[in-house]
């Protein structure tokens, strides 16, 4: 059911000896520096990293709202040179249309693919009962709690049926309590829905519940420092003695890192 | 999610403070030196009414409220189409700032006003020319709000977009413009009343009807009921028309509109 890396299989996302350098007139500023990494179909992989390390521009490559300064960026076998909708992102902010209700949001995608109404309809609202947002199908975002509307930012981005999933800490701004509620939910709603999955964190906790791999990171400029199978049947337990051992290895593996 | 439409309270307090301001009127106007030049307030709202039947010129009040309404609603119209245009072109597109915004920056600063005799020169005393002034006047609002508009764009909702597989025109139609929509509709509330204010300018240099020109007839006859009979419809037909603004606002712009 779930594919560690197969060694047999083509990968779905691969980043090949992807550097990301900005240039300005006076300094050089170098936020990735020679990452490579395969991520298999279905798989869940979270980046993990310090605070201000290059995980979201990791994500943006993939995404193709940059650009590497130089490797190769590939998705389904093809080169990322633009945005487009075989790639869906999770945004921290969510990023919803607040001048589109619940519904408008999650069928946003269909509808500028020229998806029919009736179909897309049906399409958006079963991703939207799969979130557990039935009954706010009319509201507008600025209605919405925290969690809820990253849950229509979830919706949104599974209703437009990408190859790969991008999470760029979507959990990031919200509060602990409703951070577990959301980790629990993402859980189930990926077991329900399988997608390959890139989930970005600084949290080792959301680390360890969510990935089939964790790819640590080091400081900018970016590179992979460590990768983590983590092989625990899920749902995880928080406090499992065998997930709190891989919560210390990361932990362990980051402190000299910095 | 249900607003409350009708609020007793402030209805009461409405009432009261128009009513204030009818007994203050007519006090003044009865027991002080101010009633020498001033009519009271009795004497206006008779004349009100009397003109509803009673022609002043060539037309009862209705006429030339009308007159006057549409010379608003064709100027600011075209206006506001054009104004959004523009503003939207030069907040999205750089070569359009580069172009644009300094004539605009330009001729922002002069008000209608300063344009009558240049427009009467080139379009005559004409209604061409009061749709022109009142559009003027409704022009740069509406273009400099659309701009500030479409500058403030989210990126990330177009990013968003982007990702979403939308075309850059649905991205024009579905992203930018409901983003602006807020800023757009600030921006008519202020040009609708600079077109009142510049059609009664335009209408007190000939014209032969008109509320402005029922006012300039007022002060020439040294009539000054008919002057603030002119004043009181004015007012009336203005607050009319921004709670007509305002009551689309929340319709289109409900999303932006905070719970409270």
């Not at chain 1, 909708?85 to 921290?92: H, I, S």
């Not at chain 2, 580069?98 to 209604?127: C, D, N, Q, T």
Request: with cysteine; hydrophobic share 45%.
């Amino acid at each position: 059911m779930e594919h560690h890396g197969g060694v047999n299989k083509t990968p779905i996302i691969s980043l090949d000896h992807v550097s990301k350098t900005y240039l300005s007139v006076h300094k050089t500023n170098e936020v990735v520096r020679d990452v490579s990494l395969d991520v298999q179909e279905n798989e869940f992989v979270v980046l993990f990293g310090p605070g201000q390390c290059g995980k979201t521009t990791l994500i943006n490559l993939i995404a193709g709202l940059q650009l590497p300064t130089s490797g190769e960026v590939k998705v389904d076998g093809k080169t990322v040179t633009a945005p487009g909708p075989d790639r869906g992102v999770v945004y921290q902010t969510t990023a919803l249309f607040p001048f589109c209700t619940v519904m408008g949001n999650v069928e946003f995608g269909p509808k500028s693919r020229g998806v029919p109404k009736k179909q897309r309809r049906e399409r958006a609202q079963y991703f939207i009962d799969l979130v557990g947002l039935q009954g706010f199908e009319k509201s507008f975002p600025n209605r919405l709690s925290g969690g809820m509307r990253q849950r229509v930012g979830i919706a949104r981005a599974y209703a437009n049926d990408p190859k790969v999933m991008l999470m760029d800490e979507p959990f990031g701004h919200l509060d602990a309590q409703t951070r577990y509620m959301m980790e629990e939910e993402l859980e189930k709603i990926w077991q329900k829905e399988k997608r390959t999955v890139v989930f970005v964190t600084n949290n080792s906790e959301e680390a360890v519940y969510l990935a089939d791999r964790i790819i640590i990171l080091t400081n900018t400029p970016t590179r992979i420092k460590h990768e983590i199978k983590v092989d625990l049947p899920r749902p995880r337990v928080y406090s499992d003695p065998a997930f709190l051992e891989i919560r210390r290895q990361i932990e362990e593996i980051c402190d000299d890192t910095l | 999610m249900k607003k409350k439409r009708f609020d007793p309270e402030k209805t009461i307090y409405a009432v009261v403070a128009i009513a204030c301001f009818f007994v203050l009127w007519w006090f003044l106007t009865t027991f002080t030196p101010v009633k020498n030049t001033t009519p009271d307030p009795i004497a206006v709202l008779k004349l009100l009414f009397e003109s509803f039947y009673t022609p002043i010129g060539s037309k009862v009040i209705t006429g030339h409220l009308l007159v006057s309404l549409r010379r608003v609603l064709v100027g600011f119209g075209v206006a506001t189409v054009l104004g959004i245009i523009l503003g939207i072109a030069m907040g999205t597109s750089k070569w359009a700032s580069a172009i644009f915004k300094p004539i605009f920056e330009l001729l922002r600063p002069i008000p209608p006003i300063a344009w009558i005799s240049l427009v009467i020169l080139f379009f005559g005393i004409g209604e061409t020319s009061k749709y022109i002034l009142c559009g003027i006047g409704a022009f740069t609002n509406v273009t400099l709000n659309a701009y500030t508009g479409a500058q403030n764009v989210d990126p990330e909702l177009v990013g968003c977009a982007r990702m979403l597989g939308t075309s850059e025109r649905d991205i024009f139609f579905r992203v930018v413009l409901p983003s602006c929509t807020p800023q757009i509709f600030a921006g008519m509330q202020v040009a609708l009343s600079t077109s009142w204010m510049a059609v009664l300018a335009a209408e007190m240099v000939g014209a032969q009807e008109g509320c402005g020109w029922m006012i300039q007839r007022g002060s020439d006859t040294l009539n000054i009921t008919l002057v603030m009979v002119g004043m009181i419809v004015i007012g009336l037909v203005g607050m009319l028309l921004a709670t007509l603004m305002r009551a689309i606002e929340r319709r289109l712009c409900s999303w932006n509109i905070m719970e409270g």
